[in-house]
């Protein structure tokens, strides 16, 4: 799962906020840290996405100031709100490898788990898998992937409610995207059932 989260970091335009908050960098130097890294080239088709996640994050973190990253959420598609969803959980990795703990850092954990359950209902009434929407499809795959880094995250805190919801998100957008693929479905549906259990 490590490895996983490494390479992830690598491949986002954030790196650079990652990287600050992996190493336990001051929370209040970010927007000048970060400005540092605004020359670097783009590694994304998403950049502009993953800049304004960036100038919404900041200020989460900074002042408990979530309501940019709320309205980033909630004027974004859905192909976007997973690309968003997933820059949370790496912000939340990095947090914790950086072993931050504030009120701002507790405000960010209420988040993705409300984003995962609308994510899972829009890919269950899109059904990515009945169009001929490839981005659609490949957002539904990414989400199915993300939901389980999630739930990973989670596991690992104890927080077990948390994880095994995670994976029921993972479970619904698997098979609202992927039920043609009974090796993609079965472990999902026997994560969730062990998980539940």
């Given at each position: 799962?490590?490895?996983?989260?490494?390479?992830?970091?690598?491949?986002?335009?954030?790196?650079?906020?990652?990287d600050?908050?992996?190493?336990?960098?001051?929370?209040?130097?970010?927007?000048?840290?970060?400005?540092?890294?605004?020359a670097?080239?783009?590694?994304?088709?998403?950049?502009?996405?993953?800049?304004?996640?960036?100038?919404?994050i900041?200020?989460?973190?900074?002042?408990?100031?979530?309501s940019?990253?709320?309205?980033?959420?909630?004027?974004?598609?859905?192909?976007?709100?997973?690309?968003?969803?997933?820059?949370?959980?790496?912000?939340?990795?990095?947090?914790r490898?950086?072993?931050?703990?504030?009120?701002?850092?507790?405000?960010?954990?209420?988040?993705?788990?409300?984003?995962?359950?609308?994510?899972?209902?829009?890919f269950?009434?899109?059904?990515?898998?009945?169009?001929?929407?490839?981005?659609?499809?490949?957002?539904?795959?990414?989400?199915?992937?993300?939901?389980?880094?999630?739930?990973?995250?989670?596991?690992?805190?104890?927080?077990?409610?948390?994880?095994?919801?995670?994976?029921?998100?993972?479970?619904?957008?698997?098979?609202?995207?992927?039920?043609?693929?009974?090796?993609?479905?079965?472990?999902?549906?026997?994560?969730?059932?062990?998980?539940?259990?």
């Open positions: 799962m490590r490895e996983l989260v490494n390479d992830l970091y690598q491949l986002s335009d954030n790196s650079a906020l990652f600050h908050l992996r190493a336990g960098g001051d929370l209040t130097a970010l927007a000048n840290r970060l400005a540092d890294s605004s670097v080239p783009a590694k994304t088709v998403r950049v502009e996405l993953l800049r304004a996640f960036r100038d919404a900041v200020p989460a973190l900074q002042s408990n100031d979530p940019g990253l709320d309205k980033l959420i909630e004027d974004a598609h859905l192909n976007d709100r997973v690309t968003i969803f997933g820059e949370l959980i790496l912000t939340l990795y990095a947090l490898e950086g072993k931050h703990s504030s009120e701002c850092v507790d405000a960010l954990l209420n988040r993705p788990i409300p984003l995962a359950r609308d994510l899972a209902r829009a269950e009434a899109a059904q990515p898998q009945d169009t001929d929407d490839e981005e659609l499809l490949a957002h539904g795959v990414a989400m199915r992937e993300w939901a389980h880094l999630l739930s990973g995250y989670y596991q690992a805190a104890g927080l077990v409610g948390p994880a095994a919801e995670l994976l029921l998100v993972r479970a619904r957008v698997t098979n609202s995207t992927l039920s043609a693929w009974p090796h993609l479905v079965g472990p999902a549906m026997i994560d969730l059932a062990l998980a539940l259990e």
